[in-house]
């Protein structure tokens, strides 16, 4: 079992419409979650992280974090063709330094 | 968010030679740095993790004779590919972190092409 697990898409939406991105993580001592967006041939650009069960709101963007579940989503309301890209969740356990990625859902927001 | 800068962008380079990226926390000081390696249409691969001062510790799998990685400041980091190949041709990029701030920031990559 992957630790970081995405659905690699492609997840299609219409422009106007929520998209909803899924995450789901292995370890229950996993504290610390992330949201990246990433454009094709660019670097990740971090959009949101959260800690605490329930939602996280910013802008257009909606983080959900489920611990009992061990899963965290992201929607983004409104899609416009610029949020069409690879969207990356990231998890921090415990005291480790480092992230572990999901391999990232592609996201096409079509016109 | 915190600004990550890579130096240069893009590099080509013939095989056997050795290319520098550099790597800089412009408005934070990045007490650990991150270098990852992505192929085209996969995945971020974590390559190694350096604290200031300190040696970076390598993921498995990873040549640390042949990646070297220098973190002698709170904002520069850089990472050596040496005697390099065409199968080194990737896009590397850093990300720095500064506890106790959990959120990591990346820097814009340098895509490197190996001749």
């Known amino acids: 079992q992957k630790e970081v697990e995405q659905n690699s898409g492609p997840l299609s939406v219409p422009e106007g419409a929520i998209a909803s991105l899924n995450c789901t993580y292995s370890?229950?001592?996993?504290?610390?979650f992330f949201w990246y967006r990433q454009y094709s041939g660019k670097s990740p650009e971090l959009i949101m992280f959260?800690?605490?069960?329930g939602d996280k709101e910013d802008g257009r963007f909606t983080a959900q974090l489920n611990k009992a579940s061990q899963y965290v989503s992201l929607l983004i309301r409104d899609s416009q063709p610029s949020d069409s890209a690879t969207y990356l969740c990231a998890v921090r356990t415990g005291t480790a330094s480092k992230l572990t990625f999901g391999t990232g859902t592609r996201l096409q927001v079509t016109l | 968010g915190a600004v990550v800068s890579q130096h240069p962008s893009w590099v080509i380079c013939k095989s056997g030679t050795s290319v520098k990226i550099e790597c800089r926390s412009l408005d934070f000081q990045a007490t650990t740095m991150f270098w990852y390696r992505q192929f085209p249409k996969q995945s971020l691969m974590l390559m190694a993790t350096s604290n200031e001062g300190s040696k970076a510790t390598y993921e498995q799998g990873v040549e640390k004779d042949k990646f070297l990685i220098n973190h002698a400041s709170l904002t520069l980091s850089t990472l050596t590919v040496t005697s390099a190949h065409p199968e080194d041709s990737s896009f590397y990029i850093c990300s720095g972190r500064s506890p106790p701030m959990d959120e990591q920031f990346f820097g814009p990559g340098t895509r490197l092409t190996v001749l």
């Open positions: 370890d229950r001592g996993s504290q610390s």
């Open positions: 959260i800690y605490s069960n």
